[in-house]
C-alpha cells in the first residue's frame, strides 16, 4: 500500500508546517502577547512536536518577527509589481480591496501588528527601517509617475500610503468597537463588500480618480 505522504513534497510538507506554526503563533500572540506565550503552547496549538518550531525557526524571536512581516507582506503584495503603465483607479481599488479582506480573514494579525507598533516596534524595528522604508519609496516612485503622467491628482504618495493602511486596519483592530455599533456579531460578506466599495469612493475621488466599478 502506497503512504499518503508520497503525494506530497518535501518542500510541501515544509511549507504546511510553517503555515500551522504561523497560525498558531499568531493567535497565542494575540491571546498572550510575546512575554507570555510559550514555544510549548503554538507547538500545541499547531498539532506538531516543539521541536518542530526551533528547526523552521530557531527560537520565538524569529517565529514573532516572522508573524508580523508575513502579515506586511499579505497586505503589500498587490502592489508588488506595479508600474507607471497600469491604471491607478484598479491598482488602489484593488489595494483597498485586498486590505479590507484581509482585515476580515486575518483579524489576529492586525491587532498584532498594531500591538507591535504602539509599543514602538521593538522587535521589528529593523524590518520597519529597512524592508518596509524601501518598499514605500518604491511604491511612492510609481505614484508619483502618475501624477506626472496626468493619470491621478497630486497628492503626497506617503501619506495616501498610511490612509489606506489605517482605515483598512481599522476594522481588524477596533472590530469589537465596529461590530457592536453596527449592531453585527461578525463581518458578513456584504459588510466587507460595502466597506470596501466606501473606502474606494471616498479615497480614489480624493485622488481625482474614478472608483473602477
Not at 491628482?153 to 498610511?162: G, R, S, T
Request: hydrophobic content about 40%; proline content about 4%; aromatic content about 12%.
Amino acid at each position: 500500500m502506497t503512504s499518503s505522504l508520497k503525494k506530497y513534497k518535501p518542500g510541501k510538507i515544509r511549507e504546511r508546517n510553517e503555515e500551522a506554526i504561523l497560525k498558531a503563533a499568531e493567535h497565542e500572540f494575540v491571546l498572550n502577547g510575546f512575554k507570555g506565550t510559550s514555544v510549548q503552547a503554538i507547538a500545541d496549538r499547531a498539532g506538531l512536536p516543539k521541536a518542530n518550531i526551533h528547526y523552521y525557526f530557531k527560537n520565538k524571536d524569529n517565529l514573532y518577527r516572522a508573524v508580523l512581516e508575513y502579515i506586511t507582506q499579505l497586505w503589500n503584495e498587490v502592489l508588488a509589481n506595479i508600474s507607471a503603465d497600469d491604471d491607478p483607479a484598479q491598482v488602489l481599488y484593488d489595494f483597498i480591496r485586498t486590505k479590507v479582506e484581509l482585515s476580515y480573514t486575518h483579524p489576529r494579525a492586525s491587532k498584532l501588528f498594531a500591538m507591535e507598533i504602539i509599543q514602538g516596534a521593538p522587535h521589528i524595528r529593523e524590518y520597519i527601517r529597512m524592508d518596509m522604508r524601501q518598499w514605500v519609496r518604491s511604491k511612492t516612485r510609481v505614484f508619483e509617475e502618475w501624477m506626472a503622467a496626468g493619470k491621478m491628482d497630486k497628492v503626497d504618495p506617503v501619506h495616501l500610503i498610511f490612509m489606506i493602511w489605517s482605515t483598512t486596519q481599522h476594522y481588524a483592530d477596533f472590530e469589537t468597537q465596529v461590530l457592536t455599533l453596527m449592531n453585527r456579531a461578525e463581518y458578513e460578506p456584504e459588510d466587507i463588500e460595502n466597506i470596501t466599495r466606501f473606502l474606494a469612493q471616498v479615497i480614489l475621488k480624493g485622488c481625482g480618480l474614478k472608483p473602477p466599478f
